[in-house]
């Protein structure tokens, strides 16, 4: 299965570049994740007041009852299954050029749903009282859906990052210096579970990365459709859709590949990874986040068209808000700079350099959370009975949360790589040429 | 729990045949909601309605009338023709029931209709047969009681939200911050009668069950002056506003009483007499 295993010189390079991060990060690092640390606790704070205080305090009130914390909901947990999807799609259409991201992106699968699902507590009236979710689940409720689906989710996205990472481990364990602590050494022993490399292991090895590959594709499309159906399982207008599921699934890829972009291209630069990430994977990656933003166009086209054609007595205002009201501007933006935008930097030649792709990935993440607003503001704060619309305050407490939890993704990266490598350098071995064998391969 | 007797709906006091008006005083209507023909019984009837139904939180989807024997159909009325917009209702139910000023568990809406004359609808829980609100709740918070009312209990609520979303009636209510008013003398707070509100959960009318099971009448329906408001029993089939009493099925019948967002199928247990042609298909 080794490729080309090559002069020790291009095998130490790897090995190198991917475990770096893990020894001597650099010396931004700890400023660098001491800043963000220190958001992430001023939003711990802030959420602390709003225990206190009361929801109040985030902005909401009678008329406008979900607002931000049900967005952030939404376009955290759906940035997870960009990272699910790059991993796990590339992996069954055996695209080898994966094999430099998928660490990344499996990472980030993982970091931004934590983080996301903590906003399922965050927005709760009682979070103290959560455990009544387990104890008492109502099966009727969507809530509950979204329970298993997230939960079962979480274990999914920790059990695909872990299992490509037992080879890197096993090698971890291997190079750490002797004066390593007992404790990490016991401690890399333990999650390595034994890895020699043998063929009987990595046969065992390949089919469950398999099986949980396809596995998790499933898993992740119910998750999001989940999501969607606790809005659509209402019967107010711009929620009742059955578009919801796949309009949601759709968004959450888009924003999810892009997330990677940035992802990968921030460590790319941080930790001097340019010999094994070119901007090839950039094209590639930006590819496929222009074809999912196409098929967004097309699903939020195909909402507006539906509900402003019929104009149902519910159904108008909700469009007209959105097409030429209040929300207007924030609706054309992300249509202009959240999509169109997007794809043009992706495919146009004259764009194709790492920066632009970047930014069309930028614009992308923020535009899609701008939209996860539209989806939730003007239908919870639409009238049902006579016409007056609820009014929505934008209040430090909820920004800081926000802001907190945008900074919380960076920072469980950073702390991830302390303890994995970041690159699948046992995978990179397998399926790339020019790189090293894998410890315990056949060159031993 | 099901030793009370109550009257069926053919040992329901004397009424004349296709007449909508009884000619009962307005105590002896009471009496007969609260299924008894006499004071004495009501006691017992009591006792079932806050130690029976209110321990035993039915978490079906609906509330099985037949299986909950002597349970009520409590039924409203509101009569459009007489609504005279004074929010009277709203009032007592705020002050009785001990809510801020932005929750108003029966909330007056004024409106227009196509020819631009307002018109007045109060507007409080519909509490349907089938609803939204019960089937979205994920801890059983949100439930039926034996009686068909929609309560909360707000020692489960974990404060998401979702019934609020569920509900096509904006009946519901959020309690965003701590709340300042209190009874006066501390209390502990039930489903049927959640006073003071927790911060966090969800509240809404609960149709007086506290007063109506022992025959006395809901606070918007004692409140209000032009006697628009009716509460009722369906099985028993009389309805009263405190001045005259009604047989309901054909009170409802002979005046086109209509209910909101009928389409929706929730089968709300509250009426709307229109009368002057109000619009009332928001």
């Known amino acids: ?444 | 729990m099901a030793d009370t007797p109550v009257p069926s709906p053919t040992k329901a006091p004397s009424v004349e045949e296709g007449s909508a008006r009884l000619h009962l005083s307005r105590r002896q209507a009471l009496m007969a909601l609260a299924g008894a023909g006499s004071a004495l019984s009501a006691g017992p009837l009591l006792g079932a309605l806050v130690s029976g139904r209110t321990g035993r939180a039915d978490r079906g989807l609906l509330a099985n009338g037949a299986e909950a024997e002597g349970a009520r159909r409590w039924a409203m009325v509101i009569d459009l023709r007489r609504c005279d917009g004074c929010k009277k209702c709203t009032e007592a139910c705020q002050t009785k029931h001990y809510l801020p000023p932005e929750q108003e568990w029966i909330k007056v809406y004024t409106l227009r209709d196509r020819t631009g004359v307002e018109f007045n609808v109060p507007r409080l829980c519909m509490h349907c047969e089938d609803a939204p609100c019960v089937r979205v709740c994920p801890v059983a918070a949100t439930f039926v009681n034996r009686d068909g009312l929609v309560l909360v209990d707000q020692e489960k609520c974990i404060g998401c939200r979702l019934c609020m979303a569920a509900c096509p009636y904006e009946a519901r209510y959020f309690n965003w911050t701590e709340p300042t008013i209190r009874p006066p003398l501390p209390t502990i707070p039930t489903p049927e009668f959640p006073a003071p509100q927790q911060r966090g959960t969800v509240g809404k009318c609960v149709l007086c069950v506290h007063n109506i099971g022992h025959g006395e009448l809901p606070y918007c329906v004692v409140a209000c002056n032009m006697d628009a408001i009716y509460i009722g029993d369906l099985d028993a089939d009389v309805a009263t506003n405190g001045t005259e009493t009604v047989r309901l099925s054909t009170f409802l019948s002979q005046n086109n009483a209509i209910r909101l967002k009928e389409e929706l199928n929730t089968k709300p247990r509250v009426w709307y007499i229109p009368g002057h042609g109000e619009d009332l298909g928001w």
């Not at chain 1, 999001?224 to 929620?239: E, K, N, P, Q």
């Not at chain 1, 704060?381 to 609820?390: E, F, K, N, R």
């Not at chain 1, 995978?427 to 064998?437: I, Q, R």
Request: proline residues 5%; without cysteine; glycine residues 8%.
């Open chain 1, 1 to 444: 299965m080794v490729a080309n295993a090559r002069t020790p010189s291009s095998r130490d390079a790897l090995h190198d570049a991917a475990f770096r991060p893990m020894e001597a990060p650099g010396r931004w690092f700890w400023p660098v994740a001491l800043g963000l640390a220190g958001i992430v606790a001023v939003a711990f704070g802030a959420y602390v007041y709003q225990v206190i205080e009361g929801l109040w305090v985030a902005g909401y009130n009678d008329k406008a009852f979900y607002g931000i914390y049900e967005a952030n909901l939404v376009a955290f947990i759906g940035v997870s299954y960009g990272g699910a999807l790059v991993s796990a799609v590339l992996r069954l259409t055996n695209a080898r050029w994966r094999a430099p991201i998928t660490r990344m992106a499996e990472a980030v699968a993982l970091v931004s749903l934590v983080v996301g699902g903590a906003f399922a507590i965050i927005h709760l009236g009682r979070p103290e009282r959560i455990w009544r979710l387990i104890v008492d689940p109502q099966a009727s409720s969507p809530i509950v859906w979204d329970l298993i689906a997230i939960s079962t989710y979480l274990l999914a996205t920790a059990i695909f990052l872990y299992l490509p990472l037992i080879p890197d481990l096993a090698t971890t364990r291997d190079r750490l210096p002797a004066r390593a602590p007992r404790l990490v050494r016991a401690f890399y022993r333990l999650v390595a579970l034994g890895w020699t490399g043998t063929p009987e292991q990595r046969r065992l090895l390949n089919r469950s990365v398999g099986a949980i590959a396809i596995l998790i594709i499933p898993l992740a499309v119910s998750v999001h459709s989940v999501l969607a159906w606790a809005f659509s399982m209402t019967s107010r207008a711009g929620w009742h859709s059955s578009i919801f599921g796949p309009y949601f699934v759709v968004g959450a890829l888009y924003s999810g590949v892009a997330l990677v972009v940035i992802v990968v291209a921030a460590f790319r630069k941080a930790y001097r990874l340019e010999r094994y990430i070119s901007l090839d994977h950039f094209v590639s990656l930006a590819r496929i986040m222009a074809v999912l933003a196409a098929v967004y166009l097309y699903f939020t086209f195909s909402e507006m068209l539906t509900a402003g054609y019929v104009r149902t007595r519910e159904e108008a205002p909700i469009v007209a808000v959105m097409l030429e009201g209040a929300y207007a501007p924030a609706f054309w933006g992300f249509v202009v700079l959240g999509i169109f935008v997007p794809i043009m930097l992706s495919v146009l030649s004259a764009t194709r350099s790492v920066r632009y792709l970047v930014l069309a990935a930028a614009l992308a993440v923020v535009g899609m959370w701008l939209k996860r607003m539209l989806i939730t503001l003007p239908t919870a704060t639409a009238p049902l009975i006579g016409d007056v619309w609820g009014t929505v305050q934008l209040t430090w407490v909820a920004i800081v949360i926000t802001v907190g939890a945008t900074a919380a993704i960076p920072l469980g990266l950073m702390l991830i790589f302390r303890f994995m490598p970041i690159l699948a350098v046992d995978e990179m071995t397998e399926l790339l040429p020019g790189s090293a064998p894998a410890v315990g391969g056949e060159a031993r």
